[in-house]
């Protein structure tokens, strides 16, 4: 586990008034350099992640699942990907957004909030390993239930990937797919350098809804 994810991470804050409504903003206090997010063309969202990059959004995922009343940002759309793109990819860059369904967020209003952030005020939040449940402990033949209906979604726009979702959704997410690239994906490529090691994070109930596959990637070759 690295420093940060042991001691907390230092974050930003903002509230940015847009007519009647108030919205409050959180993101890293140093965004990571080392993180990448694009639409593959697919029916999936890919992103890479180095080691200080998956703390960083082991701690934003935690932050989603208990800040009801928060967009949860991460600023990535300015970083450069983990190797060349090819020249015809037409891949773009996104930021990622995580927000709780309930505060019924449109995208469309992310422009204006993102352009009245200012500087913030700093805050420290706790690790992830304090928020995220047991992995174990998580009933998924629940969740697989047709009366239950808290699954993340998605949305694209201004650049951005909007993650939506109520408590529980983050919090089984974040504990399953988002805590092991802190935790495991070090040692799993310390022993295996050729291996592979990602999170597959669906959207809505059904598995070809859509998808987020976050790859570790210890080295970067820019």
Known sequence: MTRSSRTGQRMRISRVRLGRDEYRVLWPDRPPRR???????????????????AAVLAVAWGLAARSRHSLVHLPMRANLPPEEPAPDSGVEPLDLVLVHHSMRFPPSRWPAVRARLGTGRPHTVSPPGDVFPDA??????????REYHDHLHFAVAARTLFVVGGPE????????MIRPLVTEAPAHLAERPDG?????????????SGRLHVEYRPTWAL
């Open 169 to 176: 959704a983050f919090l089984r997410t974040g504990a399953t």
């Open 35 to 53: 993180a990448f997010l694009f639409d593959d063309g697919g029916w999936a969202l890919a992103m890479y992640v180095d080691g200080e990059a």
């Open 196 to 208: 592979h090691f990602c999170a597959e994070i669906d959207f809505g109930r059904r598995r070809r």
């Open 136 to 145: 174990g402990m998580i009933d998924h033949d629940r969740v697989a239930h």
